[in-house]
C-alpha cells in the first residue's frame, strides 16, 4: 500500500478510469517524449489559464496536465508583431510583458537551459552573469511598482499578490512616488510570470520524476470523491482555508480542474480520516495510503509545479497531516506549519487586507487562512514542546468572524453554507489558542524560567482560561449528557 504503484494510485485523473502504468498515453514512455507529439514553443491554453507550468515545450503536445485530466491539449497561435522595435512608452509597454516576449531559441546565446546552459560543462561551476534579456526584465520588474496609479491598481489573482512592508525600500520608492501609505499588497507584475516560467521550465529529469511519484495520477472517481467528502467532514472544519464552493465547482470541471498540488494535499488529509477499506493495509492502518498521497504532493511543491501563493499555502498547510514519528523533524506538522506561515508572511496575509484590492470573498478566505496559521503555531507549539513563531506584534489582521465564513462571490453565490456548528468551534478554538500562547509565554518560555514565578502571571492565565470556559457558547460547550464530537475535541485542547 505504501508503493506509488499500488491499488489506490491507479486511477486516470477525475473519471476513475484504471490505466495500465501511468497518466500518460501508451505511445508514450513516463516522463521522456514520444516521437509521435508535436513539440509546442510555448504553454498551452489550459496551462495558460490555469496559470500552472506546462511541459508541452519539452515532452510535446499533450502536455502532461491535459492528459491527466483528459483534456484537450491546444497551443494558442502566436501573434506577429508589426514592427521589429517597440518604443517604450507603447501602450502594451505597461502589461510589463509583451505578448511577443519569448524565451530566446534553443543554442542561442541569450538562451537558458538547466541542463546545458546554466552550468559550466567543464567544471559545474554555475554562471556568474544574467543574459542581457535577463537583466531588462528584472529592471522591468522593479519599473512595474513605479508606475502612476499602482498602488492602487486592483488585484485581479488573489494568488499574485506582492506584499512590501513599511520598512521596505521598494515600498519607500512606491509611496515616495505617489504619496501613498496605506497599502502594503500590491497585484504582482505579469512580466515577474513570464521570467520565472522561462528560467524554471520543468525539464525531463523533473517530469520523470514526478512521473515515478505518481504525483500525475488520482484514486478512481469514486475513492476520490469519498476522501474529499471525508476531507470537508472532518478536516476542514479545523483548517478552513478552502473556499469549499469555488473548489468543488472546479472539481467537477473537467474542463478547469482544481490545483493538482491542493488535490492531492486534500487527499492526504482526507486519507487520515476515511475509513474506506481501500485504502488500509493488512493491519487496518491508511498510513501507507497517506504516506502515497503525501510523496506525490511534496513531489509537486518541491518542483516548483503550483505558481498561485495561495494555493501553495493551503497545500502546506495540509501536508501537515502526514507524520512519520518524534524523531523526524522535516516532514511533520511542525515543519510544514512554518513554512506555510513563511510563504502566507511573503503575501502579506498576516496584514490586514480590509483596505486592499481584493475582492470580499477573497479577503475573507485571506482572514480565514491567516488564523488557522495561528491555531496551527499555537496548537503544535503546546503539543510538541516547539517555540511558537508567529508574532501578534507583527500582524494587524482583524479577528475572525461568523462572516468570514460566508463564501458568496459576485458572480458566483456560495453552493454550501456554512455549518454554525463549525463555524462556532473554529471562533472558540482560536480565542483558545490566544490563551495557549499567554501560557506558552508566561510559563513555559526559557524568558519566564529566567524570573521569578510570579503569581499575578499564574492567575491572569488561570482567568482567561475560566472567562473563556464561561463565555463559550451552548453548542460547543461539551457536557457528558450533550456529548459530541466537536464540544469534546475543543475540551480536549481546554
Partial sequence: MASDSGAIVQGNALDGRVPTASAAPSSQTPGHPSFRRQR????????????????????????????????????????????????????????????????PPAGSPGAFS???????????????????????????????????????????????????????????????RHGTTDVVHYPLPENVRGSRARLTE??????????????????????????VEAFFKWVFPIVPVINRSRFMRRYRDSKNPPSLLLL???????????????????????????????????????????????????????????????????????????????????????????????????????KRIWWTLFTRDRSVAVALGRPVHINTDDSDVEMVSEDDFNDDETDHPADYTPDPLHVQFFLQYVKLCEIMGLVLS????????????????????????????QNCPREVYWERPRHHFWAALLHSNY
Avoid at 526559557?446 to 482560561?465: F, Y
Fill in 40 to 103: 509546442a514553443s510555448r504553454a498551452c491554453e489550459t496551462c495558460h489559464a490555469r496559470k500552472v507550468r506546462c511541459d508541452a515545450a519539452s515532452l510535446g503536445v499533450p502536455c502532461t496536465n491535459c492528459v491527466a485530466f483528459a483534456i484537450e491539449c491546444k497551443i494558442p497561435t502566436p501573434k506577429r508583431k508589426k514592427a521589429p522595435a517597440r518604443s517604450k512608452d507603447s501602450p502594451d509597454s505597461d502589461r510589463g510583458e509583451s505578448t511577443q516576449e519569448k524565451s
Fill in 114 to 176: 538547466r541542463t546545458t546552459a546554466a552550468y559550466n560543462p567543464q567544471d559545474g561551476t554555475p554562471p556568474t552573469s544574467y543574459t542581457d534579456a535577463q537583466v531588462a526584465e528584472q529592471a522591468a520588474t522593479y519599473a512595474q511598482f513605479m508606475k502612476p496609479k499602482f498602488a492602487r491598481a486592483p488585484i485581479k489573482e488573489a494568488g499574485r499578490v506582492a506584499y512590501l512592508g513599511e520598512s521596505s525600500n521598494l515600498s519607500l520608492l512606491v509611496h515616495d
Fill in 264 to 366: 492531492q494535499a486534500i487527499l492526504l488529509a482526507g486519507s487520515r480520516v476515511c475509513t474506506n477499506p481501500q485504502l488500509m493495509d493488512a493491519n487496518g492502518s491508511t498510513t501507507p495510503a497517506a504516506m502515497t498521497f503525501y510523496k506525490r504532493a511534496k513531489a509537486l511543491y518541491d518542483a516548483n509545479y503550483e505558481d498561485d501563493r495561495v494555493t501553495i499555502v493551503q497545500a502546506l498547510i495540509l501536508m501537515g497531516w502526514y507524520w512519520e514519528g518524534p524523531e523526524d523533524v522535516t516532514k511533520n506538522v511542525f515543519y510544514w506549519s512554518r513554512v506555510a506561515t513563511i510563504v502566507a508572511q511573503g503575501s502579506g496575509m498576516h496584514r490586514s487586507v480590509e483596505g486592499s484590492q481584493l475582492s470580499r470573498a477573497d479577503k475573507r478566505l485571506w
Fill in 202 to 227: 520543468l525539464d525531463n529529469l523533473e517530469i520523470d520524476i514526478l512521473h515515478q511519484r505518481g504525483a500525475f495520477l488520482l484514486p478512481p472517481r469514486a475513492l476520490c470523491d469519498e476522501l
Fill in 442 to 469: 508566561q510559563q513555559y518560555s526559557v524568558a519566564s524560567k529566567a524570573r521569578r514565578q510570579n503569581a499575578i502571571d499564574l492567575t491572569h492565565s488561570d482567568m482567561a482560561l475560566a472567562d473563556w470556559l
